[in-house]
């Protein structure tokens, strides 16, 4: 007999609560994904949980039936769950990044590919012979029409007379058979075999182990972790592996793909809606056994992962400021201790959290001391600037000058490193002593001489170069203050007229095919100068890079929050250690105005543990993250009377309370105090991180809040940017 089950079912909607509904399908339990009646519509939902037994069943809606037999796994569920009430973030949100913004339901498009049959081309014109030709030197003579087209600039008309003529045929390309990692030969060097070696020895299946590994920049730590990967590949285990900025990372990807071709895939927002279903599916069902993803990659369902990786695990990408508000490498070790797998952090300027957890016992650590191939790390100077000069008009120091000179006669290519996008970062008016704002932010506009316009880097509001002062009502009275990377390729033009340059930033750096040709000119050294922003830090290898310059070491330093230090310290780091990757003689030079600083007197002693246990020793003292912990409230409306009254109306309801060792700073106006025209108003929870903050008790609070109609609440736990 069948008996008819009901269940409660959670939608993508943040707005909409867990309905119940009714279901005599055997097949459909907790997690399956389904499709629902909801009003006039259907929707899909997954099955969250066992329906309100208080509730009048016969009244309830019946399930219409699962969507491809997919169904979320306890543990993921469990993951998600946790996520929400870590990060108190909308479980829906979650869900939304998991599943539905696939359109899961929908089928992927097979892309179309053709074949070139042996056959005798004749009556062929010179294009199609073109044509014939690239196929002969593709992989079993196939090729999709994508790719073609993308390669050669040709027309479907070009392809289907080569079809009519029964050259080329249609067919269904499996471009994912693939049961074996392709062998690669790279010897391991003493260092890193132990390392592999210390991983492997306290490898326990089902258990959650997290290891740092803790590598000077060039020491190989990728080839460690890709060694680990490929153990678990050979095992039928399903490998995640988290990047920063990944859609621009190209020499990575070449890396993955030669080594485990169609065994691997990628996750990122550049991917059209199609190949991400495709790698959904391939995830979802096992059969995609690597997957190097952006953050969101986190959410998606695996069959059996058991291995993460979390690459340049300081870097401040991984959080994720807008909502569902989270940080990508805490959340990549909630899932890892969730599923009960391994986890592993890699880098060589760890973040202080991480630092803090190998400390106390949490987290293990692997040590890598050593360049690959016996090469030494870059040799640092300071180039004070209480004590040096610069030619007129001009940003960079002579001794810095003389130094760039000497690398190009010997054919050294030359990285300029300045974290300012744009030329300009202010347009001032000498006439009304006034600067361009953004319309609707309070940031100032920022001047981009290649795209002929001011910019502002929050909300993307432009105005063209030709814009005329409020006051005034004159173009010709501004004048740009301070240096961005185009002004200091232009410099660089100027002193050295023959030497190539390229600006290396998110403006200016390509993606796709040009991405993959620009890298080329690159690594081949055809670009002599490179001026980038801290994009370039973010795991590129150039093989000719010799010496890095650092304009304005001092631009971080004076920034209002704890983590000021540790990262200006991570973004220098990674940036010299850019230098000299294949060879002993790299160098790097840094234009400070405060040498005395101990962020740089630890990069000019090369004390890196020593900075980090002394940074960490001054947040215990001074209770504040990893050993004290923040959360911020942030509110945001058209009316600022109303969010600072809405702020003390939270503030006392905090207070009564009574919560031990907690306080509450605020509310005060943010210091960007308008974005997208929404003025911004912050609040502060700073707790003793041994009390903890009780999230449970935070949690009920802020469920029974009510919220204004015209102001948006968001909460962020262990914020990164007070801005």
Known sequence: MVFERQFGVIFTNPKLPVLDYSTLDDNID????????????????????????????????????????????PEFISFLKKAHAYTLSPIQSYLKMAVQGLNFHKDPKVPIAYKLNSSNYSQ????????????????????QYKQIKNDLGVSSSV??????????SKVTENKYKQ?????????????????????????????????????????????????????????????????????????????????????????????????RRR?????????????????????????????????EEHDASYKQEETPI????????????????????????PSIETWHNCRLGKYHKVDLLKRFGEVYEPRVTLIDMNVEETPKNSWISFP??????????????????????????????????????????????????????????????KVSEKTKCVKCNSADNFIPIGPGVERIRDEISKLFPDASSQIFSSDNFSKGKKNLEDMDKIKSGEINIIIGTQLVAKGYNFPHLKLVVVIDADMGLNAGDHRVMEKSYQVIKQVVGRAGRYASDGQALIQTWMPR???????????????????????IEANVPPHGKFISLILSGRNERKLIDFGIKLKNQFYSLDLQDLELFGPAVAPVSRIKNKTRVRLLIKSNKMTKISQIEVRDWLKNITVPNNIYFSVDIDPYNFY
């Not at 007197?601 to 947040?619: I, P, S, V």
């Open 159 to 168: 392809i289907k007379s080569l079809e009519k003529k029964g050259v080329l």
């Open 30 to 73: 907790i997690g399956s994904l389904v499709e629902v009646p909801l009003g006039s519509k259907v929707v899909a939902g997954i099955v969250w949980c066992t329906g309100d037994t208080k509730f009048d069943h016969s009244r309830t809606k019946q399930i219409i039936g699962p969507v491809n037999n997919l169904k979320l796994e």
């Open 597 to 619: 600083h101990p962020v740089l007197q630890a990069l000019l002693k090369d004390h890196g543990e020593k900075f980090l246990n002394t940074e960490l020793e001054q947040r």
């Open 400 to 461: 810095i000058i003389d130094q760039i000179k000497k690398s190009l006669k010997k054919k050294e290519q030359i990285l300029i490193f300045l974290n300012r996008r744009g030329y300009a970062p202010i347009q001032f008016c000498t006439v009304c002593k006034v600067s361009l704002e953004c319309k609707n932010c309070s940031t100032k506009l920022v001047y981009h001489k290649t795209k002929n316009c001011y910019l502002c880097h929050i909300c993307g509001y």
């Open 179 to 275: 049961e074996k990692v392709f062998s690669e030969p790279i010897i391991l060097s003493p260092e890193q075999r132990q390392a592999v070696s210390q991983i492997r020895e306290k490898y326990v299946k089902n258990e959650f182990q997290s290891w740092l590994l803790f590598g000077v920049t060039g020491s190989g730590k990728t080839e460690v972790y890709l060694n680990l990967v490929s153990e678990c590949i050979e095992k039928g285990e399903q490998v995640l592996i988290l990047l920063p900025e990944i859609s621009l990372t190209v020499d990575f990807k070449r890396r993955i793909m030669k080594r485990y071709g169609a065994l691997a895939g990628e996750w990122h927002s550049q991917l059209s809606l199609n190949e």
């Open 326 to 349: 989270y940080n990508a490498r805490d959340l990549a070790v909630l899932r890892a201790s969730t599923s009960k797998s391994q986890i592993i952090l890699s880098s060589a300027t």
């Open 279 to 311: 790698v959904f599916k391939r995830v979802v069902s096992g059969q995609l056994k690597l997957l190097v993803g952006a953050r969101s990659a986190l959410f998606l369902p695996f069959k059996n992962l058991n291995l993460i990786v979390v690459d």
């Open 124 to 143: 062929i014109t010179s294009r199609q012979k073109e044509i014939i030709s690239y196929f002969k030197e593709q992989p079993k003579r196939i090729a």
